[in-house]
């Protein structure tokens, strides 16, 4: 079996973790940079040249989160890439297409705006960290509820949870490709599914 490769001790040092988050596994991006997830985000390579470059997804996503939640940018020296830290619960989905390599992060937003698409190209595609991706985004997942909104198109609102103990829960909308976040009585009719969602769970 292929060992898994070892983040160096310079990535480690450049990566912007939060208190106790402990990394898990890393691996390569076709430009040589690394892609890192930890028990409580995934960090992606932002310096000039790398693959993680944020496009936007058209069906908006998620309420306002504390700023706390959401993870930074910190600066390296001039060998070690700047990360954008994603919390785990930040993420809407990860999309892995084989033929390509491509691995698409769609990332929460506020309600109502375009969420952000990352697209990361793998040097060499490792099962075991796509896998390690899918089973920690699942993993912040507390409520998932499709409410039918118009016919039978509809939304899917979802609560989240951080790894952290009695951390707060994150709020998203996720709207089927029929309908259009934008026109005021779709967003108005989201709005109220979550608000309904969430008086059931937190009352």
């Known amino acids: 079996m292929r060992r898994r490769p070892k983040v160096p001790r310079e990535v480690h040092a450049a990566l912007p973790l939060a208190r106790r988050e402990r990394v898990l596994a890393g691996a390569l991006d076709a430009s040589g940079r690394w892609i890192v997830a930890t028990d409580q985000a995934l960090h992606l390579p ?31 020296d001039s060998e070690t890439p700047a990360y954008r830290r994603i919390a785990w619960e930040q993420i809407e989905r990860a999309e892995w297409d084989r033929d390509t390599d491509l691995l698409r992060i769609v990332e929460t ?53 951080a790894a952290q103990v009695d951390a707060e829960l994150v709020w998203a909308v996720a709207f089927d490709e029929e309908l259009d976040p934008s026109d005021p009585e779709i967003l108005a009719a989201a709005e109220e599914a979550l608000a309904a969602v969430r008086a059931e769970v937190e009352p």
């Open 46 to 76: 932002l310096r000039a040249g790398s693959d993680a470059v944020p496009s936007e997804q058209p069906q908006a996503g998620a309420l306002p989160t504390p700023s706390a939640a959401r993870g930074g940018e910190r600066r390296g």
């Open 109 to 161: 937003a506020p309600l109502g705006q375009r969420m952000p698409v990352w697209s990361l190209r793998f040097q060499r595609a490792d099962d075991r960290f796509l896998r390690l991706i899918r089973e920690r985004i699942t993993a912040s997942v507390v409520v998932d509820r499709r409410v039918p909104i118009r016919g039978r198109h509809g939304v899917r609102v979802i609560a989240r949870r």
